[in-house]
């Protein structure tokens, strides 16, 4: 029963995860209908950002530690902020990131009224570019946040009685708790404010929008900036769980999050929650004899969503229209 | 002329080889299919020709009996044809990016799989695949007229009625079905025509590279073959065989520029690390401002134009 427990706690916290990197996904695939392959790079990004910003030295196989050392006299940034103040810098990094992807790989192709697809290819080329580019100012090396950054707190938590205990990693509290802080803070920014309403009115027709007198393009950049802030939250605190292993972990995020926007709906923002749960929760229940293949999980139940219900768990479906 | 094929034998088999993993992309997106499965395929081909060869080693020192590649290469590409049908006929109900999503799980489910299972060799993979040559440049004479006959045959192809009903597909969907032209029989036969060159390309690959192992098959390997078709060009088979040949030997050139002299120390060092930025930034620039690819249909017929 107790290990029970335990493996809901571990689902519902890598499921919090999942729904926030999944909702950045969604959001530019709900106004734009493309796929932003640079989100798993940008993950990565927000990652390495916060871990600069704490103050954590980087190591000498990139030349980020040389330049540095050569201008601090350390292979750090002569700064250390506290976690959650360089968590949400780190994920603006991101956020900014995103714009500067949108500018470069989504508007030309826009403007033109180019064929989805081919955004597709342009974000990966960006992706592939932001990846090997960390990967040259930082090195390949993993990178884990130092023990100390979350300050005192205990390292894990009991979730049990005292005689039968139920721990959880704080590390795991503290990733659910900001992912469910920013799951609220979105959703009511979306349902509640004349931007949020103005984000709708261009994801339900860009088109109408923009003659309704919505600046379509700043609501684009802002998508792109949300988007990637949240991609960036979610990839410090996957490196703040098990450490930050290489600019290339992003990718099998990545993947990932392709595998919970599917389930949940593509460009379904509730969907991206659920479907987000709904992986974390299934893969904390592969059994401990077949672990090696929990990353399939998200690929099959991906597979299968798609041939059942390729609108996804809660959507109605799309009528195909002439 | 020897001692340049002698340096340089491995690229320009490569080369060969990705100009046919190319096409195995094109062979659906004719029918307008978006299908990121060819890497998947050709993993199962490599792993079949790896396992065969490695255990049933040919008797004595001598070179593997090139007549048992052939029949790997047979038998990975009915291996992937059959495996391309029974993918192929559910998953290809969906369209655009869906079936480009669905095609991303088929390799990466794969993928996984080769991981841990015993017969794949797990995470170590295969090694120590057998030669049939003794130098790479050998595979050649089994890669060149591979990619030579799928060329013909894909040049063949968009002449006859079942190319033309890919084209149609392509184009429209809907009114190629109400023209009596079966969208799912065509869209499977497109998918498992390109399946099957990857897959025999896959048993081709894993002896010329000595070893196989789950890296083979990869997203990664997906989108490079995705850039072959696109910076290429997709309307025409030359543009996938010539993306193919180009990027792959793109690194290389980048390579041999860090040696020019007179660079300045940092710039060198750059294009000796930061290969891959470029190769990034410049499948980003392709489909910005070529979207057809380099080498289209009309690009063509103006050649043809201008010769007498």
């Known amino acids: 029963m107790n290990l029970f427990l335990q493996q809901i706690l571990n689902g519902l916290a890598i499921g919090s995860l999942y729904a926030i990197f999944a909702l950045g996904y969604t959001l530019v695939f709900s106004i ?12 990565a990004l927000g990652a390495y950002a916060t871990y600069l910003l704490t ?9 980020l530690a ?24 780190g994920a603006c990094v991101a956020g900014l990131a995103g714009m500067l992807v949108e500018r470069i790989a989504f508007k030309p192709l826009r403007d033109r009224g180019a064929d989805p697809l081919l955004a597709l290819v342009s974000s990966l080329g960006v992706s592939i570019v932001l990846v090997n580019l960390m990967q040259y100012l930082v090195g390949t090396e993993i990178y884990p946040f130092p023990d100390t950054v979350l300050g005192n707190l205990p390292r894990a938590i009991n979730f049990g009685v005292p005689g039968k205990p139920v721990p959880v990693r704080t590390v795991q ?4 708790v900001v992912s469910m802080i920013l799951v609220v803070l979105l959703t009511y920014f979306i349902n509640a404010t004349k931007t949020g309403k103005a984000l709708r009115a261009v994801a339900e027709d860009t088109t109408t929008a923009y ?10 950049l802002l998508t792109f900036f949300l988007s990637g802030f949240l991609g960036g939250v979610a990839g410090t605190l996957v490196g703040l769980s098990v450490g930050i292993n290489g600019p290339y972990f992003g990718i099998a995020y990545g993947l990932k999050g392709l595998a919970v926007i599917v389930l949940g709906g593509l460009g379904d923002i509730p969907g991206a929650v659920v479907g987000g749960f709904a992986l974390g929760l299934a893969e904390a229940f592969v059994p401990a004899h077949y672990v090696a293949y929990k990353d399939a999980v998200a690929f099959a139940l991906l597979f299968i969503v798609l041939l059942t219900r390729p609108q996804g768990l809660l959507g109605r479906a799309a009528v195909q229209k002439v | 002329m020897g001692s340049f094929f002698n340096t340089y034998g491995f690229l320009l088999t490569s080369m060969v080889l990705a100009a046919s993993l190319a096409l195995s992309l094109y062979l659906p997106l ?3 299919q978006l299908s990121l499965a060819s890497p998947g395929f050709y993993a199962l081909g490599g792993y079949i020709a790896a396992v065969l060869s490695t255990r049933y080693p040919a008797a004595g020192n001598t070179l593997f009996p090139l007549w048992r590649l052939l029949a790997e290469m ?7 044809g059959v495996l391309a049908v029974l993918v192929g006929v559910p998953a290809l109900r969906l369209r655009g990016i869906y079936l480009a999503l669905a095609t991303i799980a088929f390799v990466e489910i794969l993928r996984v799989l080769s991981l841990n299972l015993a017969i794949t060799g797990g995470a170590v993979g295969i090694f120590g695949i057998p030669q049939p040559f003794s130098t790479q440049i050998g595979y050649l004479w089994i890669a060149g007229p591979l990619l030579l006959l799928s060329m013909l045959f894909t040049y063949r192809l968009e002449r006859i009625r079942v190319g033309r009903a890919f084209v149609a597909l392509r184009e429209d969907e809907l009114a190629a079905d109400s023209m009596g032209i079966s969208p799912t029989c065509y869209k499977v036969l497109a998918f498992t025509l390109g399946a099957v060159l990857a897959g025999v390309v896959g048993a081709i690959s894993a002896h010329f590279l000595n070893t196989w192992n789950a890296r083979q098959g990869t997203f990664d390997a997906s989108i490079s073959y995705l850039a072959f078709v696109l910076i290429g060009g997709s309307r025409t088979f030359v543009g996938p065989v010539v993306g193919g040949l180009v990027l792959t030997a793109l690194p290389e050139l980048l390579r041999a520029l860090t040696g020019v002299s007179g660079l300045p120390p940092w710039l060198g060092q750059f294009l000796r690390d930061g290969r891959l930025i470029i190769y990034g930034a410049l499948i980003a620039i392709g489909a910005v401002f070529f979207p057809q690819g380099l080498i289209t249909p009309d690009l063509l017929s103006r050649w043809r134009k201008l010769q007498p």
């Open chain 2, 74 to 80: 047979l038998l990975a590409g009915l291996a992937s």
């Open chain 1, 211 to 220: 003659l309704l007198g919505i600046n379509t393009d700043r609501l684009i």
């Open chain 1, 32 to 43: 734009l209908r493309v796929i932003n392959f640079t989100h798993g790079a940008l993950f």
């Open chain 1, 173 to 176: 509290i503290v990733m659910f």
């Open chain 1, 55 to 63: 103050g954590s030295a980087v190591n000498p196989s990139g030349v």
């Open chain 2, 30 to 32: 004719m029918a307008g």
């Open chain 1, 66 to 89: 040389s330049l540095f050392s050569a201008f601090f006299g350390k292979p750090a940034l002569p700064l250390a902020l506290p976690f959650l103040v360089s968590l949400v810098l």
